[in-house]
């Protein structure tokens, strides 16, 4: 894993923060890692569990199996069976969740304090001996299949985002959706999951965050007794980064039945590790963040082109990609709005921001950072992010030292680099009548 | 990112109490909101300030009684389309110089309407609070409404009614709400819809604006890292000007107890669909109703935690849906108790037969007691996170206030929750949960659906374009 952001700078660590975030932290001897953070303001508990397994790590023929099993997570181990993990979570004042990304599967419980050692237990219990079920598999694929049409197959942003992510990439796993193929789904077998659970849930493949209303010490004693006998797993394999430079610019365009137009654009950017991905950040919150924001105040106010405007940048393992989505108004030219974007993003590279955009760009980054940290799930995950991103949870702490440093050249070339027209993917969405669809779909 | 959850109820409603609790348990804890004062200002704006660290960051709202259901009647929408506009230029300020002036120091400026209520809402960091206060100030007491922003905001609402018939979750939202409510003050979506949008003038918002948007009946919580006589200081200089001699006497919606289209059903046509949105609604009750214990945590087992009925027969058993959920929206004229969720076009038929069957089971039987503990001791649990931050604080103390739920609400909470007996949740059970047939709505490809809603009541099928 990476180590930590730029040395050069060496930022201090930041007092505000140091004082939230007194951590403990302790490794079991089968590679589990611990961190536990106390906090009585409230007398409830976050738990979070990172593993570090996602769709990079995935390969054709499976792809979804990440998020597919992390449903199959919920339905059963060997002390809680089918249905028992939720029911006696729930029935002890707690809920639970998770989710899959491209670089981890993040599961994470909320619940009354008096309920930690029983959500140990759970937790434990499934990391340990979880079992899969043929006709459990095959319910859960019917649900899956339902999250893909709702979040896909019938979501212009999802189409969108799906042929994008095939432009921006065309060797890394980045290159399919998190959800899977449909067809990939149908195909992932009950031996890809038992496959898929050995090698990387293995407590030398996670990390344990607990933040709220606990005692540190008795809580590591808990967790030394119910993971203690969890074995080690193998190591699992290195995912390679095989993308080839990119050499021009690379267009699709989606017929849909719809009543606008739109426009997606993704550029690769740099690893989270890279000092850069938080010069974007930079760039993002000056371009994006706010009514006041280049772009919303650019394309949405002064020159009306678009209803809205959207610029997602987030921080991957591997180069992620940093993607504008801009919504029209019916009728509109997305050639037009697309020169526009284009144009700001120049001004960019040329001209770096003023002065005053780059300051009100950390102080919002430092206030959000705050906000952040305003809730146990908040700082729980928080910890496991940086962890799994960067290396290390301590990042954090030096995250608003960094962020200060910045300096307009630095946004400048980042700019220049990261928004090359050569290195651009762009998808249109031209709206079709229902009727000439309807025809497309009965001919095939 | 994908993840697991349910479609997530709308509203949720959540909190624990004891019985047989166990020894010293977290749960049995006194949960207490942080000590709140309260002051007003000279122009009559109640003010109420609760300190609370350790965060460097202060959360305010300033909340009025001028929500959707105050919208003239051929004018949807417009308390949305006005709280939206309060920050598009004032009579000191430019919509630039305000959005340089909160975004720069990193606070944030949101607005919402519900039925019922407006809000302003405003986080800042700390040392930021008075400049803030400030701008909250003038953006509701000196609004300048420039013509050339309220057209631009109407280009952009049509635009966005537009965009939305693409979405086949807010289309659905939106015919079951017209379903729900009728003719109502309810019956539209807060935002309004693009007939009425469309001729929305200046001086309707300026209009709006005298006669809405004042001191009576509006309060401002302030909830962080500051001081209460700060507040109550900085208040009164912010506020000081806002003085409305037209501002009319904040009125409730007449109260509401059936829902228009019951026992018929609403099919949407949006024929690219592969997959149907399905809204099955029937009357509720009031926000503070008696009631809301009781049905509360009947609804937990019914539809509402992950464990629960719906869940279990559609998403579990059958593999029908990613998500499924009920639940009760209570307003303050009336409310209702619906259920949400979606399926592959195939299987729209089915999906509802379950659901109506689920529900039919509860309304007859109740549920059984060990399902009542847990929802008790789940939704109890939970409940302190209602008080976990600025903004959960503010939004309770502002709840409190405006719907008269009584100060000792958050206190009481769990005991309340505990108290609720399984002959109550019977209660509530045969009351609420569709004894009459219920309204229900499809948005999906209708050439396919329709032959599978037979036999459920009358059908009226309808172009998406109907909710524009």
């Given at each position: ?10 930022p ?56 597919l ?21 729930e ?15 993040v ?40 999250e ?107 017929r ?101 955009e780059?300051q ?42 960094h ?42 | ?92 300020m430019?919509?630039?110089e ?56 109407r ?41 009425h949008?469309?001729?929305f ?27 209460p006589e700060?507040?109550?200081a ?15 006497e ?33 009357p ?52 209702a ?35 009542l ?13 209602r ?24 206190e009481l ?32 490809k ?6 599978q ?8 099928v ?7």
């Open positions: 894993m990476p180590k930590a952001p730029p040395r050069s700078a060496a201090k660590p930041d007092p505000a923060l140091q004082s939230l975030l007194d951590v403990h932290e302790a490794t079991l001897p089968n590679g589990l890692r611990v961190r536990l953070l106390a906090n009585p303001q409230t007398p409830v508990v976050s738990l979070y569990t990172f593993f570090q397994v996602g769709s990079r790590n995935e390969r054709p023929g499976i792809t979804g199996i990440s998020h099993f992390e449903h199959m997570m919920f339905n059963g181990a060997k002390k809680y069976g089918p249905k028992q993990f939720d029911r006696v979570l029935s002890n004042g707690g809920r639970s969740n998770a989710y899959t990304s491209t670089d981890m599967t599961y994470y419980d909320d619940f009354s304090s008096d309920a930690l050692e029983t959500v140990l237990d759970l937790e434990s219990d499934r990391m340990r001996s979880l079992r899969i079920s043929d006709a459990n598999l095959a319910s859960e694929r019917e649900v899956v299949k339902e893909r049409r709702v979040r896909v197959d019938n979501e212009i942003t999802g189409m969108l985002d799906e042929e994008l992510g095939t432009l921006v990439y065309k060797a890394h796993p980045y290159r399919w959706p998190v959800i899977g193929w449909m067809a990939d789904i149908e195909n992932i077998s009950r031996q890809d999951c038992e496959e898929y659970f050995r090698t990387y849930y293995a407590p030398n493949n996670a990390v344990l965050y607990i933040s709220g209303d606990i005692d540190p010490k008795k809580t590591l004693a808990l967790i030394r007794r119910y993971y203690g006998d969890i074995p080690k797993g193998p190591r699992p394999l290195p995912v390679v980064d095989a993308e080839p430079s990119q050499k021009g610019e690379r267009r699709a365009v989606i849909h039945p719809a009543q606008s137009p739109s426009l997606m654009v993704g550029f690769r950017g740099p690893r989270a590790t890279a000092p850069d991905a938080q010069v974007l950040d930079v760039i993002q919150y000056a371009l994006n963040k706010g009514e006041g924001s280049r772009l919303v105040k650019g394309l949405v106010y002064e020159q009306q082109l678009a209803v809205s405007v959207m610029l997602d940048w987030g921080w991957r393992i591997d180069p992620g990609a940093i993607v504008f989505y801009m919504e029209l108004k019916p009728g509109s030219d997305p050639q037009k709005v697309e020169a526009a974007l284009y144009a700001e993003l120049e001004r960019v590279a040329r001209e770096g921001l003023t002065e005053r780059l009100k760009a950390k102080n919002n980054l430092r206030a959000d950072h705050f906000r952040e940290l305003g809730t146990n799930t908040g700082r729980a995950h928080a910890l496991g992010n940086y962890e799994a991103l960067l290396g290390s949870w301590r990042s954090l702490l030096e995250l608003p030292g962020y200060a440093a910045i300096t307009n050249e630095q946004v400048k070339a980042a700019a220049a680099k990261y928004f090359a027209p050569e290195g651009r993917s762009v998808v249109t969405l031209l709206p079709v009548p229902e009727s000439e669809s309807e025809s497309e779909t009965a001919a095939a | 990112m994908a993840s697991r959850p349910r479609a997530a109820p709308k509203k949720a409603a959540a909190s624990r109490s004891r019985a047989a609790a166990p020894k010293k348990s977290a749960a049995s804890r006194p949960l207490k909101l942080p000590e709140v004062s309260e002051s007003t200002t000279s122009s009559g704006l109640q003010v109420i300030a609760a300190e609370r660290g350790p965060l460097p960051l202060v959360s305010m709202r300033l909340v009025l009684r001028a929500g959707s259901a105050t919208d003239p009647k051929d004018k949807a929408g417009l308390a949305d389309f006005t709280v939206r506009l309060l920050r598009r230029g004032t009579a000191r430019s919509a630039d305000i959005d340089e002036a909160v975004e720069f120091v990193g606070a944030s400026l949101a607005t919402g309407v519900s039925e019922d209520l407006m809000s302003l809402y405003v986080t800042t960091p700390a040392e930021h609070f008075p400049a803030m206060l400030a701008v909250l100030g003038q953006l509701v007491s000196e609004p300048a409404f420039p013509e050339k922003e309220v057209e631009l905001a280009e952009r609402s049509l635009a966005q009614f537009a965009n939305d018939l693409d979405d086949p979750s807010t289309v659905a939202d939106r015919a079951f709400t017209r379903a729900l409510w009728g003719d109502h003050p309810y019956g539209h979506d807060v935002g309004g819809s693009a007939s949008v469309r001729t003038t200046r001086e309707d918002v300026a209009r709006f604006h005298r006669e809405r948007i004042g001191p009576k009946g509006a309060l401002l919580v302030v909830v962080g890292a500051v001081k700060v507040v109550a900085e208040a009164e200089k912010a506020f000081a000007p806002w003085v409305r001699t037209e501002q009319l904040p009125v409730r919606a007449p109260s509401v107890e059936v829902v228009a289209q019951a026992g018929r059903i609403l099919l949407v046509d949006k024929p690219d669909q592969t997959q149907s949105q399905v809204r099955i609604g029937g509720g009750y009031r926000i503070g109703h008696p009631d809301y214990f009781a049905a509360t945590a009947m609804n937990i087992s019914l539809g509402g935690g992950f464990t629960s009925r719906l869940v279990n027969a559609i998403r579990v058993e059958r593999g029908l849906s990613y998500g499924v959920g009920s639940y009760f929206d209570a307003m303050q004229a009336g409310g108790f619906a259920i949400s969720t979606f399926t592959k076009t195939a299987s729209t038929r089915e999906i509802i037969d379950v659901a109506l069957a689920e529900v039919a089971k509860v309304r007859k039987g109740g549920t059984t007691p060990r399902e503990l847990a929802a008790q001791t789940y939704l109890a649990g939970l409940y302190p996170l008080t976990e931050t600025n903004d959960s604080v503010a939004s309770v103390l502002a709840d409190i206030r405006m719907h008269g739920l009584g100060e000792d609400w958050v909470f769990r005991d309340r929750l505990r108290a609720v007996t399984p002959k109550q949740v019977k209660l509530a059970a045969a009351k609420y949960l569709f004894p009459q047939p219920p309204a229900i709505v499809v948005l999906g209708a050439s396919e659906v329709q032959k809603l037979k036999g459920l009541g009358p059908i009226t309808v172009p998406v374009s109907e909710y524009e």
